[in-house]
C-alpha cells in the first residue's frame, strides 16, 4: 500500500477515535467515582481510545512526507536526534514537557516528534536533527 493512500486512511480512523473519545469525555462516568480516584479510574476508562489514537498519530507521522518551507526559530533548543533519543532514554524529557519537530538544513519539517516516540520505535530514520519546545 502507498503511504498517500494509507494516510488517508489513518485520517479516517483517526475521526473515528476522536469521535469516540468525544462522546465518553461528555459521558458522566467521572461523576460517579470516588474524587481521590477518579483521575487514575477515568484514566482507565479512556486508555483504549486514547492508545489508539496515539498509534494511529505515530504511524501517520512516520509516512508523513516532509514540508521543508519554515526556518528553524531561534527559540528552542536544536539537537542530534541521536542526543535526543540518549536524553528520553535517561529520564531527561517525558511527553508531559513538550514536543519537538525533526528539522533537516535549518528547515523545520512538519512532523513531531515526542519523547514516547523512543519508546515505540516510532524514530524517522531520514532526519538526523530535531529542535525541542518546551511547555
Same mark, same amino acid.
Given at each position: 500500500?502507498? &503511504?498517500?493512500?494509507?494516510?488517508?486512511?489513518?485520517?479516517?480512523?483517526?475521526?473515528?477515535?476522536?469521535? !469516540?473519545?468525544?462522546?465518553? !469525555?461528555? &459521558?458522566?462516568?467521572?461523576?460517579?467515582?470516588?474524587?481521590?480516584?477518579?483521575?487514575?479510574?477515568?484514566?482507565?476508562?479512556?486508555?483504549?481510545?486514547?492508545? $489508539?489514537?496515539?498509534?494511529?498519530? $505515530?504511524?501517520? $507521522?512516520?509516512?508523513?512526507?516532509?514540508?521543508? !518551507?519554515?526556518?528553524?526559530?531561534?527559540?528552542?533548543?536544536?539537537?542530534?536526534?541521536?542526543?535526543?533519543?540518549?536524553?528520553? !532514554?535517561?529520564?531527561?524529557?517525558?511527553?508531559?514537557?513538550?514536543?519537538?519537530?525533526?528539522?533537516?538544513?535549518?528547515?523545520?519539517?512538519?512532523?513531531?516528534?515526542?519523547?514516547?516516540?523512543?519508546?515505540?520505535?516510532?524514530? $524517522? &530514520?531520514?532526519?538526523?536533527?530535531?529542535?525541542?519546545? &518546551?511547555?
Amino acid at each position: 500500500m502507498d &503511504n498517500e493512500k494509507r494516510l488517508a486512511e489513518i485520517e479516517v480512523e483517526l475521526e473515528i477515535v476522536r469521535k !469516540e473519545i468525544r462522546v465518553k !469525555e461528555q &459521558n458522566d462516568f467521572y461523576l460517579h467515582t470516588d474524587p481521590a480516584t477518579s483521575w487514575d479510574n477515568f484514566s482507565k476508562y479512556m486508555k483504549p481510545e486514547w492508545d $489508539r489514537q496515539s498509534k494511529l498519530d $505515530r504511524e501517520k $507521522r512516520m509516512l508523513m512526507t516532509p514540508v521543508l !518551507e519554515r526556518d528553524v526559530p531561534s527559540y528552542g533548543h536544536q539537537m542530534p536526534l541521536k542526543e535526543f533519543i540518549e536524553c528520553v !532514554e535517561e529520564g531527561g524529557f517525558i511527553d508531559y514537557d513538550g514536543s519537538g519537530e525533526y528539522t533537516k538544513d535549518g528547515k523545520m519539517s512538519g512532523i513531531t516528534i515526542n519523547p514516547s516516540d523512543v519508546d515505540s520505535d516510532s524514530i $524517522r &530514520n531520514d532526519f538526523d536533527t530535531i529542535i525541542w519546545f &518546551n511547555k
